[in-house]
């Protein structure tokens, strides 16, 4: 795989974006990476199993679309995109088994989405920023994309977020209930993986029914 690194630690994979010079930004073919991990995991074997995704970087996690790649594609081409990130976006969201989203740099567009997909999301306390800036860069969000973000839990803050680009770090994504907690730079993955171990325990099949029933909107 070109830009992202998939390992397992026991009954946990462990998911690396590694394309820090375009701050794991997305193409097509970054796209379609994903999806092809999405469904590498989701034909592994085994009744217990979590999933992270996190970074090789220190200061990005995803900045989301790679705009200057797009626009060179040409107009005709963005409605094909469209479809293929909302594809790939719900390939992380359905995921049948728990998802953990251990954000250690900036989450920004499409990046945010991606982490709002995921059953947990975690961020470093001092450095980075979870924001959705699509009101500032007009681009407005896609019908899939619009229910994804939904899984947020404080509706307030989703829509605060949504309509004001505003950038949020850590300790303020957290206040506002946007992640299930934040933690220092080397404290955040090991936290989040004895999170993912505990939940790698729990029966695969038993889980993925709960997790479609909280998220039925998204199987439509």
Same mark, same amino acid.
């Given at each position: 795989?070109?830009?992202?690194?998939?390992?397992?630690?026991?009954?946990?994979?462990?998911?690396?974006?590694?394309?820090? +010079?375009?701050?794991?930004?997305?193409?097509?073919? %970054?796209?379609?990476?994903?999806?092809? %991990?999405?469904?590498?995991?989701?034909?592994?074997?085994?009744?217990?199993?979590?999933?992270?995704?996190?970074?090789?970087?220190?200061?990005?996690?995803?900045?989301?679309?790679?705009?200057?790649?797009?626009?060179?594609?040409?107009?005709?081409?963005?409605?094909?995109?469209?479809?293929?990130?909302?594809?790939?976006?719900?390939?992380?969201?359905?995921?049948?088994?728990?998802?953990?989203?251990?954000?250690?740099?900036?989450?920004?567009?499409?990046?945010?989405?991606?982490?709002?997909?995921?059953?947990?999301?975690?961020?470093?306390?001092?450095?980075?920023?979870?924001?959705?800036?699509?009101?500032?860069?007009?681009?407005?969000?896609?019908?899939?994309?619009?229910?994804?973000?939904?899984?947020?839990?404080?509706?307030?803050?989703?829509?605060?977020?949504?309509?004001?680009?505003?950038?949020?770090?850590?300790?303020?994504?957290?206040?506002?209930? !946007?992640?299930?907690?934040?933690?220092?730079?080397?404290?955040?993955?090991?936290?989040?993986?004895?999170?993912?171990?505990?939940?790698?325990?729990?029966?695969? +099949?038993?889980?993925?029914? !709960?997790?479609?029933?909280?998220?039925?909107?998204?199987?439509?």
């Amino acid at each position: 795989m070109k830009t992202l690194k998939l390992e397992k630690q026991g009954d946990v994979f462990i998911v690396t974006m590694d394309d820090g +010079a375009t701050a794991n930004t997305f193409t097509e073919d %970054v796209l379609r990476e994903h999806m092809s %991990v999405c469904e590498e995991i989701e034909k592994s074997a085994g009744s217990k199993a979590a999933v992270i995704l996190t970074s090789s970087h220190p200061k990005f996690w995803t900045n989301g679309i790679n705009l200057e790649w797009l626009m060179q594609q040409g107009s005709d081409y963005v409605p094909k995109f469209k479809d293929i990130i909302d594809e790939m976006l719900l390939c992380w969201t359905r995921l049948p088994l728990p998802t953990l989203a251990c954000i250690n740099g900036h989450a920004f567009g499409g990046g945010a989405i991606l982490a709002c997909g995921f059953d947990f999301r975690f961020m470093r306390q001092d450095k980075g920023f979870f924001c959705f800036p699509e009101i500032d860069v007009n681009i407005p969000f896609t019908d899939s994309m619009h229910d994804i973000i939904d899984c947020l839990p404080n509706k307030q803050a989703l829509w605060e977020l949504a309509l004001t680009g505003k950038r949020v770090g850590g300790e303020e994504a957290k206040q506002k209930g !946007i992640v299930t907690d934040c933690f220092s730079e080397q404290d955040l993955f090991p936290k989040v993986m004895e999170l993912a171990q505990f939940l790698a325990s729990k029966n695969r +099949a038993t889980y993925a029914s !709960i997790k479609k029933g909280l998220k039925k909107k998204l199987y439509l």
